[in-house]
């Protein structure tokens, strides 16, 4: 009985991991079935006025600017990327900023390309008002749009027997040989990894755990959302045991206490072998066990300013 209740538990995230990766069912951003490159926008000044929303994408908050069909050398999906500056970019405009890379950038900002349609993360929201009210410091947001039915393989360090995957290699070097050099060249970026940061929730959880731990002298801020440390055996696990640490990232790890019991399981393991290697609670790194939080945009957006406050502290 244990065993087929864990097999149907296991189906359930399977097939809520499935229907992020296949948003075919409801209608698709007129962008995203486009493709092409995204080369020559790596010199231009972005427009982050209101007349740089494009048609199509009227729902994107305030200071953030659509770079469609980004192409990458690396994985032959383009993604749309979605970039947030606080006020002061446009208030200072002698000043460059830390900046936040994070995954399913579908889901962060625009109402019309969420999962669920109408809700986000609320990141930008979330940033201007921390920003605001001076307890984070200001910084770029950049949203990496998942690419529907490549994301598990995108988002996992290796293959599992049963559902492939393993591509995680690959879309890190998209995000650090490809993206981040187009992100300094476009925006007023501060460089260095005490400057740069990475997050993501479920499968984008996993890979930015992974991501972060193999490009630690470019990472030094994590956030790692209900994270799917099954995948594949746990085998991330071994991966945190294993990694030879020059830098420890200073990291967010949750998880909601109604994400099921097996998963606040596996996020109590994680936080365990974390501390083993050296983490440190309060200092480095800030585990929270989430009331009722579950595993959904909703929940991770409630998530997003305490997550900020501690990776982002105002200085």
Request: zero cysteines; charged letters at 25%.
């Amino acid at each position: 009985m244990v065993f087929t209740i864990h097999r149907l538990f296991t189906f359930l995230i399977m097939y809520q991991e499935g229907q992020r990766e296949h948003p075919k069912s409801r209608p698709q951003h007129p962008m995203k079935k486009r493709r092409g490159s995204i080369r020559k926008l790596a010199t231009e000044i972005p427009d982050i006025s209101a007349s740089a929303q494009i048609p199509g994408a009227p729902t994107l908050p305030a200071r953030v600017t659509l770079h469609p069909r980004f192409h990458s050398r690396f994985l032959q999906d383009d993604r749309d990327i979605t970039v947030y500056v606080p006020p002061q970019y446009e208030d200072q405009p002698d000043r460059r900023f830390p900046v936040l890379y994070l995954h399913d950038g579908q889901n962060l900002f625009d109402p019309s390309t969420s999962f669920v349609p109408g809700r986000t993360w609320r990141v930008a929201e979330t940033a201007d008002e921390t920003i605001g009210a001076g307890e984070v410091d200001p910084m770029i947001i950049v949203g990496i749009a998942n690419t529907g039915d490549h994301r598990l393989a995108e988002y996992t360090p290796v293959p599992d027997w049963k559902m492939g995957g393993g591509e995680a290699d690959k879309y890190g070097r998209l995000i650090t040989e490809d993206l981040m050099p187009f992100i300094d060249a476009s925006y007023r970026t501060l460089d260095g990894r005490e400057n740069t940061g990475m997050g993501g929730s479920s499968l984008g959880g996993l890979v930015t755990l992974y991501l972060g731990l193999k490009y630690q002298d470019l990472f030094s801020r994590l956030a790692v959302l209900s994270p799917s440390v099954w995948w594949n055996h746990k085998s991330i696990i071994g991966y945190v045991n294993d990694v030879r640490l020059n830098h420890r990232p200073k990291m967010w790890l949750d998880v909601g206490t109604a994400e099921g019991r097996r998963t606040l399981a596996d996020a109590d393991l994680l936080e365990r072998r974390l501390k083993a290697h050296g983490w440190r609670l309060g200092s480095d790194l800030s585990y929270e066990r989430v009331e009722g939080g579950t595993h959904d945009e909703a929940s991770w957006a409630g998530r997003v300013g305490p997550m900020l406050r501690f990776l982002f502290p105002a200085t």
